[in-house]
């Protein structure tokens, strides 16, 4: 007996998003959903939770027919969603984000508490969740909010549970537990999709792979008999290249030389303890690390937008220690930033604004106040093509292009131009393989143009595929260098602050 | 390996080219973009002929005795009111001159608070600012003499620097020191009146008098009038109209009006691609401070008696506000907005005297046609108008942005 969808059409005006999908899931079995942005699986499984109606197709469990108007529907009929960004509300405890909706009330119609506490420590306990009921969400980290989101699904009597991209906000041991979750889940009879475009996860944890691409389903894969490189060209469609193409570097001068800085946090802690290290031309140097290790300040720190506590950065034999960003423009610095959207962009702007959204104040863009847009528009074009922005247009809103086009009219504007050092910041986060591989591409070009690149990126296999040189970040400082066919454990070791 | 394309992104829906908006300054389907301010309006219209006639207790108890006749009055209640509205507002060369009139510093005043808005700052101050803008060009109106020409741009550049550095002082110290604009531009409307309460019974008062009013402006600082003397309309009109037109160029033309928009949708971006944010967030008020400051200088060079008042900005400046979002914030869409506002005011004064229905009911229309373009989304669902959902106006970032 299990959760079937078959043929599931649906249409969006211009686009078939779900053409004829069939999935099913059976209690016990984890099935990964794995697909690029914009393949459909959000739609599909967005029709799963009642939140879109299919225009074509059934649902049916334990061979029943299902009618899922709205998300009551969905939870109703056992069918649960821990989403990729949490639905909890930040100033409640763990018990009332979970009984929120559904509150067991006492007498005169007060809420319940020790009941609510009693149902989630029972839940926890369960599937060994550990989550203290008392908390306050805001307090807890992500990967504890995580867990409450699939309280909430248990306390509702989910038996069949869709997870979407569960592990995109995850630090690496979050995923392990969280891994350990699912497993527990599984033995429990619960039936699992997990959405996901990491192809390694959805080899480790799945009983069976479904690829969709194009709002199709095209393919299904056993773990045991496929690989990670069947998978990708099975979601885009063409072979690619998961390791990056490069020849060995051939490293020049010294272009970025930082030497013992210290940056603080907003919160005035010291998030940057005392960093030193050289990049050189022609070679790129790979930061990894856990997040939150101080790679956001140290980047913040390097490129002028967040004032150097003590310490040095000099760029050749420019001082850029506190330089304004429009100064290390002018010297050729590109960035990459890691928040895309938050700060990467402006997302009202058309594309055509944002590829000139640094060096706007010059010529050809504009001349003294005068903007030139003629001028601008012919170079957007070109930028465009060069750098396969796919866009229906220069003037539509960068806020609809999907998050690898995005980053591609920022890697566009920050790439078109005679450039000594690039700064690249988690530079394929969240953004499909096809992008992906693009990007990494265009990086090493920069890199065997002659520039010093430094890259940072929470993926490990991210730096390892890029870097010439690895340089882990825990809590601040270097805790270590490493060459790029260096061990992984070794550098994973690094990572947790144990030196090797 | 047939299919050598990547899959297509997400739907999105067909898209109007905003840039083309922005660089022409007029929308490529002017006809579509009318139509929900169109219904919003007549929306007002039939609610403000409710209230219109349920606001009558003669009609009200003749409803319970004899309902046919009190409808029968109601109807012919309500067309005398909207027959007065018209009739004042677009009736004759007259009232057609008092609505340009009194849209002309609703128009200076919407822009300031629109180019605000567009640089992320919500300027509540334009008030204030008119009243600084008005002393200035006092001073220089009534003390100094000038052939025309000269006196009058002079005393409109006063107009403007007094309003600037009303303006351009919130700025300062939001870049500074990270005070809220809303919270120092409503303080600085307090200060602005009653410092023209003191300044206006010093050397400037009106000899004679004892309250706080000051010397007429001599008659080489007074507007001209557009039509000749019998209508009230002034140059002033011709004058806002240009800035209309110098707003949108600065806003879309200009690499500083780049930063601006740039600044004021997402600041941290703009911080990143080395926009100075600060020396924006002060330029941006204290340009936005000037227009007022020129809509302030409007109200003592252009009308009679030619003195200033610490009431001489009346509610423009709030006006101003709701001038500014039924315009969305767009320099051509502000000058619209101005119209039909000061339209509304010519009319209100004529309903009121020839109809007897309170010139509040003007301030009920001109809130329920705002309310109802700031909610295209009841609009569409009252009349069924099919397009694409809007984002609700987001005109500024949160709380200490």
Avoid at chain 2, 333 to 356: D, T, Y
């Amino acid at each position: 007996m299990a959760l079937v969808l078959e043929g599931i059409t649906k249409r969006f005006p211009g686009v078939l998003a779900n053409d004829d999908v069939s999935l099913s899931v059976a209690p016990g079995e984890v099935v990964a959903l794995l697909g690029e942005n914009g393949a459909g699986k959000s739609t599909l499984m967005n029709i799963l939770y009642g939140l879109y109606s299919a225009d074509e197709g059934t649902i049916t469990i334990d061979g029943e027919e299902m009618t899922l108007g709205s998300s009551a529907d969905a939870i109703a009929a056992g069918i649960g969603m821990v989403h990729q960004h949490f639905m909890l509300v930040p100033v409640f405890t763990v018990t009332e984000n979970v009984v929120l909706g559904q509150e067991p009330t006492g007498f005169g119609g007060m809420i319940d508490r020790d009941i609510a506490r009693e149902t989630v420590m029972n839940i926890s306990e369960r599937y060994n969740l550990r989550v203290d009921p008392d908390a306050l969400i805001e307090n807890i980290p992500v990967g504890v909010q995580q867990r409450v989101e699939i309280i909430k699904v248990m306390n509702r009597e989910a038996e069949f549970v869709i997870f979407d991209e569960p592990t995109a906000v995850l630090t690496p041991q979050e995923v392990e537990e969280f891994f350990g979750i699912l497993e527990g889940l599984q033995a429990d009879g619960k039936g699992i999709v997990f959405i996901t475009h990491k192809l390694g996860e959805a080899i480790r944890v799945a009983d069976r792979i479904v690829v969709m691409r194009g709002g199709k389903v095209v393919g299904e894969a056993l773990p045991a008999e496929t690989t990670q490189q069947d998978l990708a060209n099975m979601m885009v469609g063409r072979s690619v290249d998961l390791t990056v193409p490069k020849e060995s570097a051939s490293p020049g001068d010294v272009v970025l030389e930082v030497r013992d800085l210290v940056v603080l946090d907003s919160r005035n802690v010291k998030a940057v303890d005392g960093v030193s290290f050289d990049v050189r031309a022609g070679e790129i140097v790979g930061i990894a690390g856990v997040q939150g290790n101080g790679q956001t300040e140290l980047i913040e720190g390097i490129t002028g937008l967040r004032p150097v506590m003590s310490g040095s950065v000099r760029m050749g034999e420019t001082d850029i220690t506190d330089a304004h960003p429009r100064d290390l423009h002018q010297l050729g610095v590109s960035h990459i930033p890691e928040d895309r959207q938050g700060s990467g962009l402006v997302l009202d702007f058309s594309v055509l604004e944002n590829m000139i959204l640094d060096s706007y104040y010059d010529r050809p863009f504009s001349r003294g106040v005068f903007m030139d847009w003629a001028s601008t528009r012919e170079t957007a074009q070109d930028l465009v093509k060069q750098y396969d922005v796919r866009t229906p247009g220069i003037d539509v809103p960068v806020s609809t292009l999907s998050g690898g086009n995005q980053q591609k009219v920022i890697v566009a504007r920050e790439f078109a131009r005679e450039v000594e050092l690039v700064i690249a910041a988690q530079p394929t986060r969240g953004i499909d393989v096809g992008s992906i591989e693009y990007i990494h591409t265009q990086i090493v070009a920069k890199r065997d143009a002659g520039a010093a690149v430094l890259v940072v990126s929470s993926e490990l296999d991210e730096v390892m595929a890029l870097a010439d040189r690895i340089i882990v970040l825990y809590h601040g400082r270097v805790a270590g260098e490493f060459a790029p066919d260096a061990e992984v454990t070794d550098i994973g070791l690094a990572m947790l602050g144990s030196a090797p | 390996m047939t299919d050598t394309r990547l899959p297509e992104k997400e739907p999105t829906p067909p898209q109007r080219s905003p840039m083309m908006d922005r660089v022409t300054g007029v929308g490529t389907s002017v006809a579509r973009s009318l139509v929900l301010p169109t219904l919003a309006m007549l929306t007002a219209l039939i609610i403000g002929a409710i209230i219109i006639a349920f606001s009558d207790i003669e009609i009200l108890r003749l409803l319970f005795d004899d309902p046919g006749a009190a409808a029968g009055q109601m109807v012919s209640e309500v067309s005398r009111a909207y027959r007065a509205l018209f009739r004042g507002s677009l009736g004759s060369v007259n009232s057609l001159s008092e609505s340009l009139f009194a849209a002309t510093p609703l128009l200076l005043a919407g822009l300031s608070v629109a180019l605000g808005f567009r640089a992320g700052l919500f300027n509540i101050g334009a008030q204030g600012q008119m009243l600084m803008g008005g002393l200035a060009a006092t001073y220089v109106g009534v003390y100094v003499s000038l052939p025309g020409i000269i006196h009058i741009p002079l005393t409109l550049l006063a107009g403007f620097a007094g309003g600037m550095i009303w303006g351009g002082l919130a700025g300062l110290l939001k870049a500074r020191t990270g005070a809220h604009e809303v919270i120092t531009t409503i303080m600085g409307n307090f200060i602005a009146v009653f410092f023209m309460q003191w300044v206006l019974t010093t050397g400037i008062q009106d000899p004679g008098r004892n309250n706080p009013v000051s010397a007429e402006l001599v008659t080489s600082a007074r507007l001209p009038r557009l039509f000749g003397v019998d209508y009230r309309v002034t140059i002033g009109l011709l004058l806002a109209i240009a800035f209309v037109f110098a707003v949108h160029w600065l806003l879309y033309q200009s690499s500083i009006g780049f930063e601006f928009r740039a600044v004021g949708s997402n600041p941290k971006a703009g911080s990143y691609a080395g926009m100075n944010v600060a020396i924006v967030v002060t330029l941006a008020m204290a340009l936005a401070g000037g227009l007022a400051g020129m809509a302030g200088a409007n109200q003592v060079m252009g009308l009679e008696p030619y003195k200033a008042t610490p009431a001489l900005a009346g509610a423009v400046g709030f006006d101003a506000i709701t001038v500014a979002l039924l315009g969305r914030s767009n320099p051509v869409g502000v000058l619209w907005a101005a119209l039909l506002f000061g339209a509304l005011a010519a009319g209100g004064r004529e309903m009121q005297g020839a109809a007897q229905v309170p010139i509040d009911l003007v301030v009920v229309l001109q809130a329920l046609i705002v309310i109802f373009v700031a909610a295209p989304g009841m609009i569409r669902a009252i009349y069924r108008v099919k397009g694409r959902e809007e984002k609700p106006t987001q005109m500024t970032t949160g709380w200490g942005s």
